[in-house]
Nanobody, 125 residues
């Protein structure tokens, strides 16, 4: 299982970015897959996750209404469309996969088995 995230960069507050995660070694539809982020000095946190099969989606409260997770099964690629970006969204973003999304008390817990290298997102004027 390999995951490769891309699409990060520097963007002004209020701007948009789309992250991509290319998966190989497994079929995207057979795994839950999600986005996680880690800001300097903070713990890694779940941003969004999509379940295998029915494709149920989960979002952190901090990104609801601004971020959208999607899958392209034919391309075996996961996306995260990020709109209305805030400086607080600055972090290294990772994609990760496992049998299921782990959501406890509304929080997406970063306990996935397979992780890709991260991509830096910086929101600053």
């Amino acid at each position: 299982v390999q995951l490769q995230a891309s699409g990060g960069g520097l963007v002004q507050p209020g701007g948009s970015l789309r992250l991509s995660c290319a998966a190989s070694g497994f079929t995207l539809d057979d795994y839950a897959i999600g986005w996680f982020r880690q800001a300097p000095g903070k713990e890694r946190e779940g941003v969004s996750c999509v379940s295998s099969g029915d494709g149920s989606t989960y979002y952190a409260d901090s990104v609801k209404g601004r971020f959208t997770i999607s899958r392209d099964i034919a391309k075996n690629t996961l996306y995260l469309q990020m709109n209305s970006l805030k400086p607080s969204d600055t972090a290294v973003y990772y994609c990760a996969a496992d049998e299921s999304c782990t959501v406890i008390g509304g929080n997406i817990v970063p306990v996935m088995d397979y992780w890709g290298k991260g991509t830096q997102v910086t929101v600053s004027s």
